[in-house]
């Protein structure tokens, strides 16, 4: 199911928020906990469901894991610590075998036999296996929860419908945040957070009209001048690319920050504070600091889960540079099945290692230039991103270095006249005919302006929830948004 959906908006939210709150008002807590649970399955099934057997078994047997490391803790008086030691560390084992085999199969099977295929000259079978929604994620939240059980030194004790909540807790289900357990559970299990919050509802609900709004309004009309452009990579000029490439980057920023705004918002109206996963990343003056500001959760995963396990950077500068570029490496992967994820990831590897390289002539660039390029370098390595391959990005970017300037392509112009702007027809007649690059330049103003002008959304909501204009904003921002709904637009991170 889609935040930006019909049935969402107008069923699926009121019931979930007013049933959840009623059963919790009158102290049906396990109840609750329950119908939260049940929607929450219903909002990941919606489309596929046959995705519930996939989720539903791991589910089970993580939470088996958990259990029997729990009972070896247990019988810790019994046993010997080594033999204690030995069957957790085999749980262990066996827990992250089979979180990784699920996701190897169904993310990277048919990658890795492709490349087979390819190397050896064989023919082995591409099954084309549907990748199941969000498995990343949910994968890598229950390999964070396994991991911490085995680490931990205090008994940690969750029934299973708390820990299946928790997994399946629908605002970030699909396209994150990546919540560790002792963040939701323990606000789950708290009875003080079962009472209705006005505040807390009244801001949620400003947010997730913020976040809808990027999507719907923003990021969902420059990704169809994205389209455009990259279905006519070998006709378009230079002006054209770059107006192409500059309006993927707008459009992933408002998708995923989007997406992002609302899952903290729907935990918001639910009385759970979902981590932030989003801090204005484009306003980073190194990639250092983009990635502290980009999918916050994801890059704390493989700092606490990898970087540090490797040795971080406690073991002299050539051991942190092989492990940022190890990291970096398998973010890429982790974001697709392609060689031009991997090099997507390669690139802003070697580039943290070459900030810290340089570090002297960094702090002593002029800020605007440290922003400059870093823009520049993050624009330049999403194209690796949005390309199907490595060789369509190296087309697309040789169509910037042909230097063959012009008017912009009017199927890309075409793609900002959006249905909401045609009254200006009534206004200026034939306006789109006249003056077919305002409203193009309208979109990219407004969207530099939104991403470097002001806070982001969570810190506006929170800061002026009590102005009166905020009702109004929130209003106009959430029937324009619903009024935008046209068919079914996915959130981009949904594919990984």
Known sequence: ?????????????????????????????????????????????????????????????????????????????????????????????????????????????DFFVENINFIFRTDYHIRNILLPLGISFFTFQQLSFVIDVYRSEEQISYSLPEYAAYVTFFPQL?????????????????????????????????????GLAKKVLLADVFGNAVNVAFEHIDTINTTTTLVAILSYTIQIYFDFSGYSDMAVGLGWMLNIDLPVNFDSPYKALCVTEFWKRWHITLTSFFTKYLYIPLGGNQRGKVRTYVNIFIVFLLSGLWHGAGWNYVLWGAMHGIAQILERVLKKQREQMHPALSWMLTFGFVNAAWVFFRADSIR????ILNRVLILNTGPVDSGVVAAFAQPEWRFLNNIIPRFFAIYPNIIMLAYFLTAFFLILGIPNAKQIAEKHIANKMMPFVTAILLAWSIFSFSGVSTFLYFNF
Not at 178 to 183: A, L, N, Q, S
Request: with cysteine.
């Open 174 to 210: 699909i396209a994150g945040p990546i919540v560790t357990h002792d963040i939701l559970v323990k606000q789950l299990q708290n009875k003080e957070r079962k009472r209705l919050d006005w505040d807390n509802l009244a801001k949620g609900f400003a947010l997730f009209s913020f």
């Open 392 to 395: 369509n990005a190296l087309r």
């Open 1 to 109: 199911m889609l935040f930006n959906s019909y049935i969402f908006v107008f069923l699926f939210l009121p019931v979930c928020l007013t049933g959840y709150h009623l059963l919790n008002h009158f102290h049906f807590y396990k109840t609750g906990l329950l119908f939260l649970l049940t929607l929450s399955l219903w909002f990941y099934g919606y489309f596929c469901p046959q995705y519930l057997f996939i989720i539903a078994g791991s589910i089970l047997f993580n939470y088996t894991a958990y259990r029997m490391m729990a009972f070896w803790a247990r019988g810790g008086v019994l046993l010997e610590n080594k033999k204690i030691h030995f069957g957790r560390k085999l749980i262990l084992i066996l827990a992250v075998a089979g979180n990784f085999g699920l996701l190897g199969y169904f993310k990277y099977r």
